[in-house]
């Protein structure tokens, strides 16, 4: 099991490179961006490389560094991260990505997560064809449990997803009549060739490890290491307390990076959205001022201050005020963002979150309102697709929730998780980067990668330490 135990070949996982950079049969780096300067800055910014950050003075790179609520996790990071030591208020970035070669390499998502890849309704007794990470595999329901395999018989190549069960527990290839076991992908039977067909036993076809929660079927991919279980990556309070929900999964075009990196970007939901249906009768600022507080896996958005008007010098005035919206809130929120709503539902008040948005690896973005939560999982199906998987939750019980189904069918479907993402969902068609050149409210992108970087580094270490080795330098 361990998920996708046999990669196709060019497919670099933990197994084939070094700090998630592709290396050769000799072990040098292929890469083109990784030069000696950079080495030896310890994955800082390159002696003589400009900084990206443009407009900022050089010790004003980052006006809002990662806070943390923890005086012992930052002695435990400093101490496991001497070779990343940069200047207070600083995070590396160059227009290649190189300073982040983890996720530089990750253009078709990381390995070793549960992603969601369909809802649970759509899998039944015949083969659904699944590409995730590059991989294709098929999920498949037998006595009510759903199992994963690769998609591509051994015999001679034919998708397996062609095929049916022809017994139970099992699928057969619509070739030859190869049948193997869902559970341990053993041959099972080789129809063609008989009950006692030698070949049978001597063939293992590489499965996946499934489970089902929120209504979806989520698989697991790894680098043979046992699974985490899967409740510990969900948003915990998701695991812990009962929600209705209202999700949405869209086949997208764009690499799944641009589709997070969008998610929690600071900048664009005052500009883009504007026009958004969803928030036309709503205050959106202007501008606003941030910082970056961690707690535990996640990161959030902590807004300070927010600008309702603006005069640019030599253009004129900008407002994000009309006669038709709403009054902007007398003080600055963090659930909600500029929502009205007086009281916060108990669940989500219980949470505590330190700010409006937040995000988590492998990619999960969530979004806090005072009466529901809103979350984006972005599922890499390739290096230029992914599954966008959007999911509403309403922490009520019994007859409270009537009218969340009603909302969510009769408006929030079309208006957020339609016209409102379908924003998103353009700009990340026709997202050219790298090259890019940063601004200010970037730094919730740059705090993105670096939590994606250090937790992939834990990541090789961990994969180190269970005996899996890594291709040296």
């Known amino acids: 099991m361990g998920g996708g135990h046999e990669r196709p070949p060019g497919r670099w996982g933990a197994a084939e490179c070094r700090y998630g950079v592709p290396v050769t049969s000799r072990g040098r780096d292929r890469s083109p961006d990784r030069r000696p300067e950079f080495a030896a800055a310890g994955r800082g ?17 980052l006006t809002s560094p990662i806070a943390t609520t923890s005086g012992a996790d930052v002695t435990d990071t400093v101490q496991k991260r001497q070779v990343r030591k940069h200047r207070a208020g600083r995070l590396p970035g ?35 064809q699944v ?5 294709r595999l098929f999920v498949i329901r037998d006595n009510g449990k759903v199992f994963g395999m690769k998609d591509r018989c051994p015999h001679r190549g034919v998708p397996l997803s062609y095929g049916n069960k022809q017994f139970p527990g099992t699928v057969s290839c619509v070739y030859h009549g190869w049948t193997f076991d869902l559970e341990t992908g053993d041959l099972k039977a080789a129809i063609t060739d008989g009950p006692q067909s030698p070949i049978c036993g001597k063939v293992t076809q590489p499965t996946y490890d499934v489970e089902e929660r929120l209504g979806m079927v989520w698989v697991y991919v790894g680098d043979g290491e046992k699974p985490h279980p899967i409740d510990e990556q969900l948003p915990e309070e998701l695991v812990s307390n009962a929600a209705v929900l209202g999700a949405r999964i869209q086949p997208r075009e764009g690499n799944w990076r641009f589709a997070c990196e969008n998610g929690y970007d600071e900048g664009h939901a005052k500009y883009l959205h504007r026009t958004a249906l969803w928030r036309l009768f709503k205050p959106m600022p202007v501008w606003n001022t941030t910082r970056i507080v961690k707690r535990g896996r996640w990161i ?29 809130p007398k003080e600055t929120k963090n659930i909600g963002n500029t929502s009205t709503h007086r009281e916060t539902n108990p669940v989500i008040a219980a949470q505590e979150f330190p700010g409006f948005a937040s995000v988590s690896m492998p990619g999960v973005l969530r979004i806090a309102y005072p009466t529901f939560i809103h979350y984006e999982f972005y599922t890499p199906v390739d290096e230029d697709n992914h599954l966008y998987v959007g999911v509403m939750a309403d922490f009520k019980k019994g007859l409270k929730t009537l009218p969340f189904y009603a909302k969510y069918l009769g408006a929030v479907r079309w208006l957020f998780h339609g016209q409102f993402s379908g924003q998103d969902k353009w700009m990340v068609e026709v997202t050219d980067a790298p090259p890019e050149k940063l601004y200010r409210p970037d730094d919730s992108l740059l705090q993105w990668r670096k939590l994606a970087e250090d937790v992939t580094e834990d990541r090789v270490d961990r994969l180190r330490a269970e005996g899996i080795e890594l291709a040296d330098d």
């Open 300 to 328: 959030y958005r902590v807004q300070q201050e927010q600008f309702w008007d603006a005069d640019f010098p030599g253009l004129g005035h900008w407002s994000g005020k009309a006669w038709y919206k709403l009054r902007p």
């Open 131 to 135: 590409t995730l990470l590059g991989e």
């Open 94 to 128: 160059r227009q290649d990505w190189s300073s982040w070669p983890h996720y530089q390499a990750a253009k078709a998502g990381f390995r070793g997560y549960w992603y969601p890849v369909c809802f649970s309704s759509q899998v039944g007794e015949k083969p659904r």
């Open 45 to 61: 910014v390159p002696s003589g490389e400009p900084n990206l950050l443009v407009g900022l003075r050089a010790d004003d790179v």
